[in-house]
């Protein structure tokens, strides 16, 4: 029983140095986390100039992963960010489960939040039953080609096809040994349209092979790092991917200094030699037709598509790396045959 | 007075939890005074609100269940997360199969898909457990990744919807499910469906096989003491298999629950069992545990991590505290509760002898060495 | 099938499935001495996923990667320090407390990495440090000894740890009361402060995992685990409680990822059968599982607190 006692006191001794040290952590963390907690505070006096300004209008947007992602949800955040408005903009991130998606839109529905972004496909079921409860509310629903009939939802979706071939145009071109690996997480949603596009573009520009390997998780970054790898070994010298998942990808990436292609947000953050171009959404292009939509009394009812034409689809060229002769001009081509229908993206 | 102590001390455990919960608060600067109140704003502010609490519980009472019958046999049962998948995607196919059935029917049949789902998932580590010599905490684990596959392989090829394959998007998520299957509200005008119903019904149920049937007793003999058991006669091996078995059908009615009262009305995938379950498998462990092993006691006990988790998803929308922290506290109480129980047993002694004053107790006496054995 | 069988080929998916097995190995040998004493931990995947987020964060901020690892290490013995709290001298039911710090571990590491990281910030990775001499011999130089210090160690204490199992007085009592308790107490031997011992050096070892993990890829997501640790639990009893038999397990489930991604990348496995290939190292552990069964025994005291009366 003594020796018990004494263990005791030994554990509370450590115990609290551990508390004492996780404490410190804190401390130091307040201080090396500037950058965020500074990003916060804008974020914070932008809505209170809005609020300022009088005619603010309040938004809200429901995501299934992390609003800075860097892919998916960051896309959209950075969109109604760039809209030419006094924007009150409040964020549920994180949520993939529909019922919890459901209720917090559901929840800014009853606070009386003007237009509502349910950004994720699987959202589309609660939609059916809440739109109609809220007729005044706009919602704004995606990836969707439809609106499934509601009056007062807009439906948007990206072809993202057309900047996954010019990503693979590129590729191509950049490619020595003629072999171009692919990783994503699970064969879906606009990173299929994006891997579908890329391999088409790739192999209309030269005589190469395209490697897709999709890992069959969303989640699991370890294996995504080790799917690049093992493209590595096979002599791909070049790698593009889709989801959050991919920076596991990037990391083996910049570890052998293989070129990257990034889509749906610019990748440029993650390795700002190898990134060579990215495929960004810019929501806002249909954001504003929506807005104004509502505007003029019209709540809901049309779906949205951005294009490499409206330019709602970018192609972002990093500045940091070199892109061999030519390269840039066969970009620039397909960019202008794929607005002017006279390339096929394969979609 | 012994009754009231038992209970009193998860609860303070929990108090003790919360307390953590508001110390993670306010290292990330936000106040937990007001994070209180939009927790509790989130979980009971409105009838509504109150209904998904319910609804968000419902899972968590199955699951509970269901490992209070493993538990009082003496298996461990970490394989929820792979029976709710699996009893979800059993009831799934059976609606797509035939969703023209009415739904006085169909709703039934959809209910019942999923028992048989999960208690075949949750028979293999009950029967490599029983004749295999097979440990089920890694058989459960193992089948949990192994479902997970096959669910994202089903939503991808077998069960996809056609829609999906003709547009070319290819979500992996089923068509828009059967509207006879889906289960009807009990209150008129709040969204309160009849899956709550079955679950509360499914915990009573198990409470009267446990203590009130001749396989009850067996179960428990089993959980008791194997020898003893074996040398009453007991067939101890087809009885440990039973007890996986059943409590893998509660997980399985849990994920038919989870689909067919989802306001989804399909099921889908991001590829982790989490994004569908809501981690209900792992939740469901700490609901039963928290009601002390008791099936009865987990139904509260479910409500109140029901409650949590609900107003977590609440304390993110007003606060912008991530929903995680509910996760965090969760685990907190556990292991609260679980080092409470130590206490208790001490108070239990104390108290033994006034206690015959409070009459036969014998179901509390058992709940606590549940608790802490 | 003919692309696969080239000696490159080969040595590069050998590379991955020991890369790949590195953070099962840590955190399965940690686990192993637990269990010897008589103490399981589920609490694993939680431990990895805090000292992952730790460690992260700690080279995300100071480039310093030795920093890095400690941190895990620290975070790890933390973590232990709590379980020992609750399993040895609270005596709680320790299948469940697991749960309980793998909750917490899953739930804290996402709501810090979400309030102080946020984006996934590409952070140093752990170098991969040729072992001079062994690494020039063809093909296995590469495929064996081109790899980050992190997996030298881990594949080092292998031999390390079943020497002290076996022969030393502290692995002699830590197996003493992980199989019977009383009797080593009679003898004068410590049951709490072994056990406390061997959680210590479990959960410091899962803490280096978390760290190698999370180092090695250079970059944190929540949840970046993805049931690793649980994974690691099951190789335990795969490896029938010996280091050598751990690392069989780990290399064997890194093997099959890492041969399962090359033919993944080659078309061996066609696109519409990957999420069938990917049950593949669960299935074969369920499998070995039941071959082993009955063959070996866990320690006896295995899951049982220790009182005197």
Redesign the interface.
């Known amino acids: 029983m003594t020796s018990n006692r004494h263990l005791l006191r030994l554990l509370a001794l450590l115990f609290s140095f551990g508390l004492i040290a996780a404490a410190c952590g804190d401390s130091t963390d307040d201080t090396s986390a500037d950058a965020g907690e500074t990003a916060e505070s804008d974020a914070d006096s932008d809505s209170e100039d809005a609020d300022a300004g009088g005619d603010t209008l309040t938004m809200a947007i429901v995501a299934p992963s992390a609003s800075d992602d860097l892919a998916f949800t960051q896309s959209m955040i950075e969109s109604i960010e760039a809209l030419d408005r006094d924007i009150d903009l409040q964020v549920t991130d994180g949520t993939f489960v529909v019922d919890d998606a459901a209720a917090a839109i559901r929840g800014y529905a009853e606070d009386g939040v003007e237009v509502i972004v349910a950004h994720g496909t699987q959202f589309g079921g609660p939609l059916t039953e809440i739109a109609p409860e809220f007729p005044e509310t706009t919602f704004i629903w995606g990836t969707s080609s439809d609106t499934q009939g509601l009056e007062n939802v807009f439906a948007y979706y990206p072809a993202a096809d057309q900047g996954g071939y010019v990503n693979g145009v590129l590729a191509a071109a950049i490619s020595e040994s003629g072999k171009i690996g692919v990783v994503g997480p699970v064969e879906a949603g606009d990173a299929v349209a994006y891997i579908n596009g890329f391999a088409q573009g790739a192999m209309d520009s030269g005589d190469v092979e395209v490697a897709i390997t999709y890992t069959g998780s969303f989640s699991d970054v370890a294996l995504m790092a080790e799917a690049a790898q093992a493209h590595l070994s096979n002599d791909v010298d070049v790698l593009t991917g889709s989801s959050q998942a991919v920076v596991g990808a990037v990391g083996v990436a910049s570890e052998n200094g293989v070129p990257w292609f990034g889509t749906q947000a610019n990748q440029v953050p993650l390795d700002g030699e190898l990134v060579v171009a990215s495929q960004v959404y810019h929501w806002e292009v249909v954001l504003v037709e929506m807005l104004d939509l509502r505007d003029s009394g019209t709540l809901g009812g049309q779906a949205f598509e951005i294009t490499l034409e409206n330019g709602g689809l970018e192609i972002e060229f990093n500045d940091g790396y070199e892109l061999p002769e030519g390269a840039r001009e066969a970009a620039d081509a397909a960019i202008a045959g794929i607005i002017d229908g006279s390339v096929d993206t394969g979609a | 007075m012994k009754r009231f102590l038992g209970a009193s001390i998860p609860l303070l455990a929990a108090g003790i939890a919360f307390l953590f919960g508001a110390i993670m608060l306010l290292a990330i600067g936000a106040s937990p005074w007001e994070g209180l109140k939009a927790l509790l704003d989130g979980a009971f502010g409105s009838w509504d609100r109150l209904a998904a609490t319910a609804i968000k519980a419902t899972p968590l009472i199955l699951v509970g269940a269901g490992i209070t019958i493993a538990f009082r046999t003496s298996v461990v049962n970490i394989g929820g997360e792979g029976q709710i998948v699996a009893g979800a995607l059993l009831s799934t196919s059976v609606a797509l199969a035939v969703p023209d059935l009415p739904g006085i029917l169909l709703v039934p049949v959809v209910l019942i898909a999923g028992l048989v789902g999960g208690a075949i998932v949750g028979a293999i580590p009950g029967a490599l457990k029983a004749y295999a010599s097979v440990n089920e905490i890694l058989s459960t684990i193992m089948l949990n990744i192994v479902m997970v596959q096959l669910m994202n392989y089903l939503l991808r090829g077998p069960l996809i919807d056609p829609r999906e394959v003709e547009a070319g998007t290819r979500i992996p998520q089923t068509e828009r499910l059967s509207d006879n299957a889906s289960l009807p509200n009990i209150v008129p005008g709040v969204r309160l469906h009849l899956g709550v119903l079955v679950a509360v019904l499914a915990a009573v149920a198990v409470y009267i096989l446990l203590w009130r049937t001749p396989l009850g007793f067996r179960l428990r003999a089993v959980g008791h003491s194997p020898d003893a058991a074996r040398a009453a006669g007991i067939n101890v091996k087809a009885n440990i298999t039973m007890a996986l078995s059943m409590s893998g059908s509660l997980g399985g009615l849990a994920g038919a629950i989870l689909v067919f009262g989802s306001e989804g009305q399909r099921m889908v995938t991001d590829g982790s069992s989490t994004g569908f379950t809501g981690s209900a498998g792992f939740n469901g462990i700490v609901a039963a545990l928290f009601g002390g092993l008791h099936p009865l006691w987990t139904i509260p006990s479910s409500f109140l991590f029901g409650a949590l988790l609900t107003g977590a998803t609440n304390l993110q929308r007003v606060l912008q505290v991530p929903a995680p922290i509910a996760i965090a506290i969760n685990g907190i109480v556990v292991v609260f509760v679980v080092s409470s129980g130590r206490i208790r047993e001490k108070l239990d002694r104390m108290l033994d002898a006034r206690s015959e004053l409070d009459g036969p107790s014998g179901d509390d006496t058992a709940t606590a060495k549940g608790a802490s054995a | 099938m003919r692309?696969f069988f080239t000696v490159?080929?080969l040595v590069?998916?050998i590379a991955?499935g020991i890369?790949?097995a590195t953070p099962y190995l840590l955190a399965g040998l940690g686990e192993t001495i637990g269990q010897r004493s008589g103490v399981?931990n589920?609490g694993v995947d939680?431990v990895m996923q805090l000292s992952a987020f730790?460690s992260y964060w700690a080279v995300l901020?100071t480039d310093n990667l030795w920093l890095g690892m400690v941190i895990g290490l620290?975070v790890g013995l933390?973590m232990g320090?709590?379980y020992?709290?609750?399993t040895?001298?609270?005596?709680?039911?320790q299948?469940?407390?697991g749960?309980?710090?793998?909750?917490?571990?899953?739930?804290?590491s996402?709501?810090m990495f979400?309030?102080?990281?946020?984006?996934?910030?590409?952070a140093n990775?752990l170098p991969e440090i040729p072992i001079p001499l062994l690494s020039d011999i063809p093909w296995v130089g590469e495929a064996l000894f081109e790899h980050s210090v992190v997996t030298y160690a881990a594949f080092a204490t292998v031999p390390l740890l079943a020497w002290m199992l076996r022969s030393t007085t502290f692995g002699m009592n830590i197996r003493a009361v992980g199989e019977n308790p009383q009797a080593a107490d009679s003898l004068g031997v410590?049951v709490?402060?072994n056990r406390?011992f061997a959680i210590l050096i479990g959960n410091g070892m899962a803490g280096l995992a978390g760290a190698a993990?999370v180092l090695?890829?250079?970059?944190f997501?929540?949840?970046?685990t993805?049931?690793?640790g649980?994974?690691a639990?099951?190789l335990v009893?795969?490896g029938a409680w010996r280091p050598v038999g751990i690392m069989s397990g780990a290399l064997l489930y890194g093997l099959v990822?890492?041969v399962v991604?090359?033919w993944?990348?080659?078309?061996i496995i066609p696109?519409?059968a990957?999420?069938?290939?990917?049950?593949a190292?669960?299935?074969l552990?369920?499998l070995a599982?039941?071959i082993l069964?009955?063959r070996v025994q866990?320690p006896a005291a295995l899951t049982r607190p220790f009182s005197r009366h």
């Open positions: 692309d490159s080929i590069a998916t991955s890369r790949l399981l589920l939680g730790f901020e620290v933390v320090v709590i020992a709290v609750v040895v001298v609270l005596k709680a039911q299948g469940i407390s749960i309980g710090i793998f909750l917490f571990g899953l739930g804290f996402d709501l979400r309030r102080q990281v946020g984006t996934p910030k590409p990775q410590s709490a402060w406390t993990l090695e890829l250079g970059i997501q929540p949840n970046l993805n049931g690793l649980f994974i639990v099951a009893y795969f990822a890492a991604l090359q993944k990348a080659q078309g696109r519409g990957s999420d069938i290939a990917a049950m190292p669960a299935v552990t369920i599982l039941i069964a009955g866990a």
